[in-house]
Nanobody, 111 residues
């Protein structure tokens, strides 16, 4: 079972940037798809972005062009670079691999 630990969240103003990291307990070089999800207060958890072993990336429409997901297999880490942040991006962000979830990291975008 892979353990995932997110970091990098924080408070940022509208238009700012953050980079989230998801560190896996072991090698991710054989893990196909890893993704980021988020959950805002009072809302359901929603998918944000995914990256597969081939490096193909996928994004929800509302973050496309602003967020970039990447992976470093040697470091066992997946990143989510977030630019041009909006208040509606405020949520707890989670890393996911199949049935494995991290504890989440809070992102708050102020107006």
């Amino acid at each position: 079972q892979v353990q995932l630990v997110e970091s990098g969240g924080g408070l940022v103003q509208t238009g700012g940037s953050l980079r989230l990291s998801c560190a896996a307990s072991g090698s991710i070089s054989s893990i196909n798809s890893i993704g980021w999800y988020r959950q805002a207060p009072g809302k359901q958890r929603e998918w944000v972005a995914s990256i597969n072993l081939a490096g193909n990336t996928y994004y929800r429409a509302s973050v496309k062009g602003r967020f970039t997901i990447s992976r470093d297999n040697a470091k066992g880490t997946v990143y989510l670079e977030m630019n041009s942040l909006k208040p509606e991006d405020t949520a707890v962000y989670y890393c996911n691999q199949e049935n494995n979830w991290g504890q989440g990291t809070q992102v708050t975008v102020s107006t």
